[in-house]
T-cell receptor, first 110, second 115 residues
């Protein structure tokens, strides 16, 4: 099925470092969502974006809806061990199904 | 406020069997979407139910069918199971507000293994 281009595929960082990941789409989206998924669990919503250029924060997490409406990024500042997991971007055009990226696996060493 | 719930949590079936998975949406939500997530992949959209009807469908065969009840809960049925149907099946609920930007909240998933 159709998927977004999400990068990087995996990241290995030290505790305290900042992290950045992004997603690109060939289509214009109306919504960008960022989820975190722990092993054996369902995705948990982190940030939802609805307007081009929108910059939204949730604690140490910041995400932006790209001006072209074809991309989005997620930043995590001062990473901690509980940030470990798989981060998914997802987006859609109005009234269409959500499309997911393949995920970025984050590992944090203390 | 209960979030999205799914049952069962795990299921083992053999090829050719049929399976039914269940989902209760988050309180106040009226729309349920189902996804299949293979190991190492992002969720793939199966279909979405709203007002007890299938509103959208992804690229899945007719062996995958569903239902939504008046209380907004939903079932996913898969007939003639194949080994490739082994995956985590996720249910997501949202509130349809007519703007096409409804945020979806996921349940914990049902892990299906087909032997």
């Amino acid at each position: 099925g159709q998927q977004l281009n999400q990068s990087p595929q995996s990241m290995f960082i030290q505790e305290g470092e900042d992290v950045s990941m992004n997603c690109t789409s060939s289509s214009i989206f109306n919504t960008w969502l960022w989820y975190k998924q722990d092993p054996g669990e369902g995705p948990v919503l982190l940030i939802a974006l609805y307007k081009a250029g929108e910059l939204t924060s949730n604690g140490r997490l910041t995400a932006q809806f790209g001006i072209t409406r074809k991309d989005s990024f997620l930043n995590i500042s001062a990473s901690i061990p509980s940030d470990v997991g798989i981060y998914f971007c997802a987006g859609n055009q109005a009234g269409t199904a959500l499309i997911f990226g393949k995920g970025t696996t984050l590992s944090v060493s203390s | 406020d209960a979030g999205v719930t799914q049952s069962p949590t795990h299921l083992i079936k053999t090829r050719g069997q049929q399976v039914t998975l269940r989902c209760s949406p988050k309180s106040g939500h009226d729309t349920v979407s189902w996804y299949q997530q293979a190991l190492g992949q992002g969720p793939q959209f199966i279909f979405q139910y709203y007002e007890e009807e299938e509103r959208q469908r992804g690229n899945f065969p007719d062996r995958f069918s569903g239902h939504q009840f008046p209380n907004y809960s939903s079932e996913l049925n898969v007939n003639a199971l194949l080994l490739g149907d082994s995956a985590l099946y996720l249910c997501a609920s949202s509130l349809t507000q007519g703007r096409g930007q409804e945020t979806q909240y996921f349940g914990p998933g049902t892990r299906l293994l087909v032997l």
